[in-house]
């Protein structure tokens, strides 16, 4: 289970970040802030929090939180979006959606759907986090008790640079046949992420960081985050006894699967961080179970850590919505309500624990319904 120290080490992020960025840092946490501009949005006792449900079963486990929330009578009001990257012309809405995030400084989100044909529209999901410099990804990847996997004992975060790498979307054809797509590496970003995963390992009480690259191959982008890593290791805190050390991602493919034991905390540029995120999940159990949150300096947004829209199964009330779960029980630590996330997340895995109400992706026969169902008994 994600601890509640991930606020702090969230906080610690944020301090870092200002301090790169050469602005005064301020003291905050995730639940207060001293800057009123960067107060999640509250109303009559109640926080309101943007929600985009997304493609795929999306709707489906939105629903499970919406019931779970209501049942549970936590004090969060929703500013739903329905965003759809399936069609054409949601601009305008995706545009109000993040005019709500703007707001209300805290969303909470399915996956939106992003279409591979070079007609459709860039990806939305890149966007959000782009346009609100939502820059740290944060997947937790830790075996369950009572659902036995291949490895066992397997906790490891993934930190990942969300904003810039080969997501900066800067793709041309130079000459028919010759297509040109540029990899974005600053010395800024990769400072900034470096010092978010030293905090996250500092507050969390984890031992070592590893910082996963291709710079044997890419000298220059990967050479300036793997020694921008190493120089904020050595510099910023060897005092903390923390180990660093790095790794070649195809490599790191090949040892998350043979022996995960050895990983603590990962970080890592953009789309290494997609990959190894869903290798993780794979290894604990699959993309209904691994939370992810995103951070940046003002907003945070909280969503599954392995992003697949679940279209296989769309509509048929088979998803497993414990990732939306888990995802929403952080957002609850995030806005300082940490009692009622501690007990939705306690009773969740309790309810995994148990085996008696599993869906089919956990070997069980459970409808989202039925769990949802069960779960809620479980904290009435």
Wanted: charged share 20%.
């Amino acid at each position: 289970m994600i601890s509640a120290p991930l606020r702090s080490s969230v906080s610690s992020a944020v301090r870092s970040a200002a301090v790169s960025s050469k602005r005064a840092p301020i003291a905050r946490s995730m639940a207060t802030l001293s800057d009123e501009k960067r107060l999640p949005s509250k109303f009559g006792g109640k926080y309101t929090v943007t929600l985009v449900p997304g493609d795929g079963i999306g709707k489906e486990v939105a629903d499970s939180v919406k019931e779970i929330f209501e049942a549970t009578k936590v004090p969060v009001q929703w500013e739903q979006y329905d965003v759809s990257g399936e069609t054409t012309g949601g601009d305008d809405l995706f545009q109000q959606a993040m005019e709500s995030l703007k707001r209300n400084k805290v969303g909470l989100k399915g996956i939106l759907y992003t279409p591979i044909d070079q007609t459709g529209h860039n990806s939305w999901n890149v966007a959000i986090r782009q346009q609100l410099d939502i820059y740290a990804s944060v997947v937790v990847c830790k075996s369950l008790p009572g659902f036995p996997t291949r490895h066992a004992n397997v906790d490891f975060a993934i930190i990942r640079e969300n904003t810039e790498g080969e997501y900066s979307g800067l793709e041309h054809q130079s000459f028919p046949g010759v297509v040109e797509s540029l990899k974005v590496s600053t010395r800024a970003k990769a400072e900034r992420i470096a010092r978010f995963a030293f905090d996250f390992a500092v507050k969390n009480n984890r031992k070592k960081v590893t910082c996963v690259h291709k710079a044997n191959i890419m000298k220059l982008g990967d050479g300036l985050f793997l020694n921008t890593c190493r120089r904020v290791a050595e510099q910023e805190y060897g005092h903390t006894g923390i180990k660093f050390e790095a790794m070649i991602v195809d490599n790191t493919a090949m040892q998350l699967v043979s022996k995960p034991q050895q990983f603590d905390v990962m970080v890592m540029p953009n789309l290494y961080g997609t990959i190894c995120a869903n290798i993780g999940s794979a290894l604990v159990g699959g993309p209904g179970i691994t939370p992810g949150c995103n951070f940046g300096r003002e907003y945070a947004l909280f969503e599954p850590g392995c992003r697949h829209v679940g279209k296989d199964i769309m509509g048929t009330n088979k998803a497993n919505p414990t990732a939306l779960i888990l995802s929403a029980t952080m957002m609850l630590r995030h806005l300082g309500l940490e009692s009622q996330a501690n007990l939705i997340a306690g009773a969740t895995y309790d309810l995994v624990k148990e085996g008696k109400i599993r869906t089919a992706d956990l070997g069980g026969s459970a409808t989202t319904t039925e769990f949802t169902k069960g779960l809620i008994n479980r904290l009435l």
